[in-house]
């Protein structure tokens, strides 16, 4: 939702199958003694891209972006940039930048200084270096608080300038490690479309490492998930969410329902699982791929379920409960639904109306139905 | 140096997935260059404090250990070489025993050995007793006056040690300030002899050293998280059993280097033992200055410096490990 | 709070505390101005042990050799010191480390009579092996010195240098600065409190040290530690306690203007932060 019309029309090279990835990442791993921090990743990345590592603590996201700035040397593997084979490269000399996550910003500089910082390591004429830096304190307003030191700095204004210092020396990747999440909550909304706003206007490609889905969703062009030192799955968010490849990225990402099961009939057209929670089996309008018998999970999202009173027509797809929880949020509720199996199932619908008339309410008996074209088959 | 260079890139070249521009394959060798160099500044960091103390540190102990068995002669230096050519071809090695002998067999070594030991255990207890409740005080008082009541525990330890320790041959004489006013308030009807006792040895060691026991302590008690103390009482612990079960053993870190920091200089200790001592105050550290200073016996003062380095080791091993430990922690 | 009763028994404590540690330097403060030369009597108020203390050429020629000493003891130290807490903190594991943070840290507590042996036994060697030092002088005082404060220079800066946010140096390497330069413009500026802390106390203790420089001085080099010593050893002297009374006051007013500074600076710090959270 973050991108403009413009940038949607433009062609997505990660599906072409000629276009040259710009970072390359290629069976990379780290371990620290036993610990295997990043398990053999294999990862391009294109140019202009804004790409999140997304995963919980621990999952390897920011040790494999901080091999990317060359803080950790890969066990194994290697990483190229713009083609070049980085092993060898130290930080201060790779065409990265970083932003951190404390934002590392020098406490007896000023603002001015600390995004002068980089280019003056690189020699850059006393001049140049007046006009860049004042250039990129307006871009991200900060130009009148030039002078001022980073304790004399709110948490968004100090987000801004660590941005400017890594954005100044205009490096082929930014790299940012949890850019947001030193921010509170409405900062955290506001300055994510800040900064795809910026990466669109300058064109650079973004490395984001984040925790928190939301964020990754929001800004990505596309993103990879992590768990323990491994890429679950990369996509574009779209993707992600509505075709997860792994029952952990379908219950990392958002919520869902998880029907395990196994497949009973597989056609070109069609599939069907049956499930020994539900009464009904399911039926899916796609191919699994999988023979019959295979042990499956089935998964749907919350807010893809329909409620109703009445049986369904159909035999397939649907399943029959008794409402237990009720939460409102505001925008919409959340209901757990308890199946005659004693498994709960989730829906989440949203509030049209004021009024909660029509709103399904507590020990109400329901069936709950979905589209054929709403559940993912998860080979397990 | 420059042909490893060559060759090192050009491994990496043939490695590379495609032909490398003549730009990247330059930067690249000045890339393994840099690295190359960045070694050779950690080693120069390393190099410069770690030889010395090499130097002046560890060679030294292996002097006096090799001094310790020579004998004592009249010559300067004063001490016999223990390896000598003899007649050009024979390499002859005099071990002589008999400054550990000595050790051994003359009660002096022996007595001043464990009072050195008794007198800094003792005053070691004594400082904990003093400077416990002190450091706890001292975490438990208000912010604003913790800073200054911390400056007043550190404050001494920046004055002299030397004038700290005189200063109570003015109080402990028998003419002195505390015998005038025990006089005057009809306590004593007669100065009570406390200089050139053992007691002015244990007040000169508690009061030198109570700063080292208070502060280690202060730091564990000051990280200590109070809820804790809160939740046991919430859950019905008493206070006295809440310091016991709680405070007490999440302090014992403190405890352990303080009581380091205190028994092993004390137990070497040299001055206090002879401004404040009398000739009966026997301590192992007066007793090595002895022996140098006045007998100018440096094989014997050596092997009474290897006698009570052997005493410390554990010790002194034990207070590195807490001290790692620590460091470990801030990290 | 229920812990009335032991706050009183802890505040007592604390009283005591601090009477013990006082005393015995409020006594010396006194009798500096005591015109009488016995400690018994009070002869009434006089300043007249401060001007024989500046009429003893032999004490203030004392004084300035250690002072000097001090100064070029303190100012190695703080190298070395800052050089070996920069390999333990910053090196991670390599050979020899071990023994390395087992040398730095064995001079805190070693007895001084053992370092100051050892030392004159190698001076003594390295005399006869190479000629170098000739002698034992003021030279041999300050190597003596280095060795055994940098041991305290070393665990004020590493715990220093443990607390920065490592990113902060990452954050200049990212940058484009080189490793040494990254220790010159960022982590020097940045532990400069620590530097000066250790370098002061560096410098205290070397003024302070009797032992040590009694084993490693030679005829020309008497520190002023030595000079009163022998002369406490006699007994009490008024003199001795004018000059506790100087040092006191010297450190007392160093160290009242360092927590002023520190103070002030702390305000300033808290408001400008205030500022710019109410600026959002």
Known sequence: MAHSATS?????????????????????????????????????????????????????????????????????????????????????????????????????????????????????????????????????????????????????????????????????????????????????????????????????????????????????????????????????????????????????????NMFEGTVVEEATDHAVVRCPELDADIFINHATNLPPGAPVVAMVRPEKMKAQVEKPESQYNYVRGVVTEIAYLGDMSIYHVRLATGMVVQISQTNLRHTAEQRLTWDDEVYLTWHPGNCVVLAQ | MNEISTRVSSVAMTTGEQSVPESRRHRARRSLAVARSGRAGRMLVTALPYLWLVLFFLIPFAIVFKISFSESIRAIPPYAPLFEMVDDTFLQIRLNLANYMMLFEDRLYLAAYLNSIKIAAISTLVCLLIGYPMAYGIARSSKAVRNGLLMLIILPFWTSFLIRVYAWIGLLKNEGLINNFLLWLGLIDQPLPMLYTPFAVYVGIVYSYLPFMILPLYATLEKMDMSLLEAAADLGCKPFKAFLTITLPLSLPGIVAGSLLVFIPAVGEFVIPDLLGGPSTLMIGKVLWTDFFNNRDWPLASAVAVAMLVLLVVPIMLFQRYQQRAEEAKR | MNTGRRSVWLLTAMILGYAFLYGPILSLIVYSFNESRLVTVWGGFSTKWYGELLQNQKLLDAAFLSLKIAALTATGAVVLGTLAALVLVRFGRFRGRTLFSGMVTAPLVMPEVITGLALLLLFVALEQLVGWPSGRSMTTIVLAHVTFTMAFVTVVVQSRLAQMDRSIEEAAMDLGARPFKVFMVITLPMIAPSLIAAWLLAFTLSLDDLVIASFVSGPGSTTLPMVVFSSVRLGVTPEINALATIIVALVAVGILVAARIQHRQDKQREKDMQRAYASE
């Open chain 1, 8 to 256: 949607a029309l433009m062609a997505n090279p990660w599906n072409d199958p000629e276009a040259q990835p710009f970072i390359r990442i290629q069976g990379v791993s780290k371990s620290f003694g036993d610990y295997v921090a990043v398990n053999k990743i294999d990862l391009d990345i294109y140019q202009g891209e804004l790409f999140s590592l997304l995963g919980g603590s621990g999952c390897g996201k920011t040790t494999l972006l901080r091999m990317l700035a060359g803080f950790e040397t890969p066990t194994e593997g290697k990483i190229f940039i713009d083609g070049v084979d980085m092993s060898s490269i130290p930080p201060y000399e790779r065409p990265v930048n970083m932003m951190f996550q404390s934002y590392a910003l020098f406490p007896h500089m000023s603002v001015e200084q600390n995004v002068a910082f980089g280019l003056k390591q690189d020699g850059v004429p006393k001049k140049e270096i007046a006009e860049r830096v004042a250039a990129i304190l307006d871009m991200v307003q900060m130009g009148k608080f030039a002078s001022r030191k980073p304790h004399q700095l709110s948490g968004g204004q100090r987000q801004r300038v660590a941005l400017a210092r890594a954005l100044v020396k205009e490096p082929k990747v930014l790299l940012l490690d949890e850019p947001l999440g030193a921010l509170d909550k409405k900062l955290r909304e506001k300055t994510q479309f800040e900064l795809v706003n910026i990466q669109e206007r300058i064109g650079i490609t973004f490395i984001v490492v984040t925790h928190d889905q939301e964020e990754a969703m929001t800004m990505s062009t596309r993103m990879a998930v992590m768990n323990q030192g491994m890429i679950e799955q990369v996509g574009s968010p779209v993707e992600v969410y509505e075709y997860p490849a792994t029952r952990f990225v379908g219950e990392f990402i958002g919520s869902a």
